[in-house]
């Protein structure tokens, strides 16, 4: 099992930078993929970017070349850079981590992005 907890979420204006970061509870060199989802009320959760334990990286379309996704094995992290946020970027965002055949999500943490 693993637990993960999420920070860095909050008010930012439109145009600006967050950077989030989720903290694993035991080492994460052996989870293989990785990842940071978002979901507003009503909604489906959606994927945001993913990262492999090599270092593959994927990305929704409304957020390539603005989000970059990171992660640090030694440090038991995974963060994501947040750029040119826009009011659609609003959302709880939620770390994911998928070990064997089970998956893991944080308590998420609110990003707000004003026009």
């Known amino acids: 099992q693993v637990q993960l907890v999420e920070s860095g979420g909050g008010l930012v204006q439109a145009g600006g930078s967050l950077r989030l970061s989720c903290t694993a509870s035991r080492s994460i060199s052996s989870i293989n993929a990785m990842g940071w989802y978002r979901q507003n009320p009503g909604k489906q959760r959606e994927l945001v970017a993913t990262i492999t334990g090599g270092g593959s990286t994927k990305y929704a379309d409304s957020v390539k070349g603005r989000f970059t996704i990171s992660r640090d094995n030694a440090k038991n992290t995974v963060d994501l850079q947040m750029s040119s946020l826009e009011p659609e970027d609003t959302a709880v965002y939620y770390c994911?981590?998928?070990?064997?055949?089970?998956?893991?999500w944080g308590q998420g943490t609110q990003v707000t992005v004003s026009s």
């Open positions: 994911n981590a998928k070990l064997m055949l089970s998956e893991y």
